[in-house]
């Protein structure tokens, strides 16, 4: 029904910057990291944040949390009324976001990382391209969307199609055409590629040796805008090698059964209990 977000595999890259970034939260608690995904091609242009994800990572057990806020989320932004979520950072950028994060659903957040479209297919392929397993309903999509975007850049239709169904190695550009599949389900599912995406990044991150990984994290925060500083990379670097990828936690906003959809002044959107999802955010971001 929700036309949502276009996801983007360049987050993959923020990811593993966060989890290998993470200074101790103010409070001693979580550290949360807000990874944005931009839907413009020109890092100069405005655009509405189509990837809202929250990572929480625990520096006292070294446990990851991936949080998903879905783009048509119909909340009150501060100062401009009340619109879908990912409207905020068009208005306001990630200041504005964060704002409305933490006051529509009680979310800090310590860091953040945006990147624009532009940008993706090139970090990952920068991180050695990622391991999922793609079915043959995605396939199909996925090499549509490939040969979409070949046809309007003047290339050869069929250049970087994937060849079959099952579980392998995407490029940059695969990887990205895979999170951007919207026509075969709802965001729910969209959101469950992102994350699936995220965690295959996460791992391959984890296999780079030092220098590799030193060099990707300098270049990928060349391509980031963020708040993270080289210190707070170097102080917590070690968690990159020392996370389980397979205990990575995944939940969605709004959660099932907390909300509804509705049409809003002609936009169809997810109107969630407000309520319900801090009490469901605050257990999945607390539980051990």
């Known amino acids: ?144 969307i490939i040969r979409h975007s070949n046809k309007s850049a003047g290339e050869a239709v069929n250049r970087d199609l994937l060849a079959a169904p099952g579980r392998q190695r995407l490029t940059g550009r695969q990887a990205l055409s895979y999170c951007r599949i919207r026509k075969i389900d709802s965001d729910f599912q969209r959101t469950s590629r992102q994350q699936a995406v995220l965690t295959a990044l996460f791992e391959q991150v984890r296999t780079l040796d030092a220098p590799s990984l030193i060099k990707f994290v300098l270049q990928a925060l060349g391509k980031l805008e963020t708040d993270l500083t080289l210190q707070d990379i170097a102080a917590l670097l070690p968690l990159l090698t020392e996370a389980d990828v397979s205990a990575i936690q995944t939940a969605h906003v709004p959660f099932d059964g907390a909300y509804t959809d509705e049409t809003i002044n002609g936009m169809m959107v997810l109107k969630p209990d407000l309520k319900q999802n801090q009490r469901l955010i605050e257990r999945f971001l607390s539980q051990q």
């Not at 009324?81 to 994060?101: I, P, V």
């Not at 006051?103 to 957040?109: D, L």
């Not at 624009?116 to 391991?131: I, K, P, Q, T």
């Open 1 to 144: 029904m929700h036309s949502g977000f276009k996801r983007t595999a360049a987050l993959l890259c923020a990811l593993a910057l966060a989890v290998a970034a993470l200074p101790a939260a103010a409070d001693g608690g979580p550290f949360h990291m807000l990874l944005i995904g931009v839907d413009t091609q020109e890092e100069e242009q405005a655009g509405r944040s189509d990837v809202m994800l929250l990572i929480s990572l625990s520096p006292e057990d070294g446990s990851v949390r991936m949080l998903s806020f879905l783009r048509d989320l119909y909340v009150a932004i501060p100062g401009h009324g009340h619109s879908r979520l990912n409207a905020a950072y068009f208005y306001g950028g990630e200041r504005l976001l964060r704002d409305t994060l933490e006051s529509a659903f009680g979310v800090r957040v310590d860091r953040y990382a945006a990147v624009h479209f532009s940008l993706m297919a090139e970090l990952v392929d920068l991180a050695g391209g990622v391991e999922v397993d793609v079915s043959k309903k995605e396939l199909a999509q996925l090499n549509e």
